[in-house]
């Protein structure tokens, strides 16, 4: 790996905490493509829109062109750095798809997905857009293979699964086209297994597509630890390929599934998801320094999840309260949620827990509104920093604040100034930035 201390700024280096504001510029409560566009492309914007400025309606192609907004992916590659985007979701979700794409609705998935209108009036969909409007992506890893292949093309992994089929009505095959893209005398790899991305020799790879789910990647306690890699593999194999460029990296990476965990009302999932990222952020500063290296850590909204009912230390956090309720006289979890799946009436009253497995891994805990799925919280949550420039995140910010600092710190992007200065004095610009993302549920970490 290169040593990128030898070309860092005399930056200030240490570690900080602040908060973030999180809320869309149309709800007090966000979304995760709005608020995915706060902390990649540095403005607020609609709940439901991706890479766009508040001028952009939802769903309303119309209302896209000249309001595109460019992130730090973006800015970080024109400085001639290597970039990377690594998720356990789709990588044409909503977090990921900031990176790259401007779209009015976040679910354009693919063409299939979208409108006739919008169809019709110009718009493509995110997996287009994946490939055609930052071509040059050195690592994209995670889920999202249906939306690469013509419709009703069968999956590699699922053939007899209708629902892994292709879904594109345009019938491109855009790992073709993502490709011819690659220069000829450059090493792009497209692999769609745990088992192709270990066997990868990351020094001789220059471009690398891993999609290892049709969908969604399973969830960790899941896994199939031949097919799917885990998320720290491919943090590990991401920064092994990114840091070969002496100009530095930026790593957006995505830990999408304690969100979904938390709306299915599943809290073991959602937990063990938080255990696997906070593995991969341990594994990333493994692989960098905080001399060169500024690593933001943060969530891009909370959820309505709740952690209390006076257990004793040493009590599993999945286990049951130390009392029954003063009111129906049940048992109850120390885990609940606000509303969600979880809400259930058994003979006209709360369902006595102490009857069911609440130790599965599916285990839907109690929440006091019933919704087919839980929904985000509308607090602040925090933001970890450390590296160059790190004391710029403390205190309390808007979301879109994160971008710009990780920009500043790394001389890209409009606001460069300082970074002429500090070069006349014999500093020139950092290294790496790594920007992963928990999505955590009230901004909590460990």
């Excluded at 790899?189 to 088992?195: A, D, E, L």
């Excluded at 969908?215 to 885990?230: A, I």
């Excluded at 500024?294 to 999945?318: C, E, K, M, Q, W």
């Excluded at 839980?374 to 450390?386: N, R, S, Y």
């Amino acid at each position: 790996m290169p040593d990128f201390r030898s070309s860092t700024p005399t930056w200030p280096r240490m570690s900080s905490c602040s908060w973030e504001m999180t809320y869309n510029t149309n709800a007090q409560v966000p979304d995760s493509a709005g608020t995915a566009t706060a902390y990649l492309c540095g403005v607020k914007a609609n709940e439901g829109t991706v890479g766009v400025s508040a001028a952009t309606q939802r769903t309303q192609c119309n209302t896209t062109q000249g309001n595109e907004v460019t992130s730090i992916l973006h800015w970080a590659k024109e400085a001639g750095k290597s970039v990377g985007i690594v998720t356990t979701t789709r990588v044409n979700h909503a977090t990921p798809s900031a990176a790259y794409a401007h779209s009015a609705d976040r679910d354009w998935y693919s063409d299939n997905e979208m409108p006739s209108e919008a169809l019709s009036q110009g718009c493509k969909d995110i997996a287009y857009q994946l490939m055609h409007n930052i071509k040059d992506i050195e690592v994209i890893m995670g889920g999202g293979r249906k939306y690469m292949f013509p419709k009703n093309r069968t999956d590699v992994e699922y053939e007899m699964d209708e629902k892994a089929k292709g879904t594109r009505l345009d019938g491109l095959n855009l790992i073709d086209i993502w490709k011819s893209f690659k220069p000829r005398h450059k090493h792009s790899h497209y692999i769609w297994n745990r088992t192709e991305l270990l066997t990868l020799d990351p020094y001789t790879v220059d471009y690398l597509l891993g999609l290892f789910e049709p969908g969604d990647m399973q969830y960790e306690l899941n896994r199939n630890n031949v097919t799917d890699p885990s998320l720290s593999e491919m943090v590990e194999m991401a920064i092994k390929i990114l840091s070969k460029n002496p100009k530095g990296f930026f790593l957006l990476v995505e830990g999408g599934r304690i969100d979904h965990g938390h709306h299915e009302g599943k809290a073991k999932q959602a937990l063990h998801e938080v255990v696997e990222m906070d593995r991969a952020i341990g594994q990333a500063g493994n692989m960098t320094s905080q001399e060169d290296t500024l690593t933001v850590v943060t969530a891009d909204h909370s959820h309505v999840f709740t952690f209390g009912g006076y257990t004793p230390r040493g009590n599993s956090i999945f286990g049951l309260a130390p009392m029954v309720s003063d009111t129906d006289k049940k048992p109850f979890t120390a885990i609940l949620y606000g509303n969600g799946p979880g809400y259930k009436v058994v003979g006209g009253e709360r369902e006595n827990v102490s009857m069911v497995d609440y130790a599965h891994n599916n285990y839907q805990a109690q929440s006091a509104v019933p919704l087919r799925h839980e929904t985000h919280g509308g607090e602040d949550v925090a933001v970890f920093a450390k590296g160059p420039m790190a004391h710029l995140l403390h205190g309390v910010h808007e979301q879109n604040y994160i971008p710009h600092v990780m920009a500043y710190a790394a001389c890209i992007g409009a606001n460069r100034d300082h970074c002429a200065s500090a070069s006349l004095a014999g500093s020139p610009s950092p290294g790496p930035l790594l920007l992963l993302l928990a999505l955590l549920p009230l901004g909590i970490l460990f």
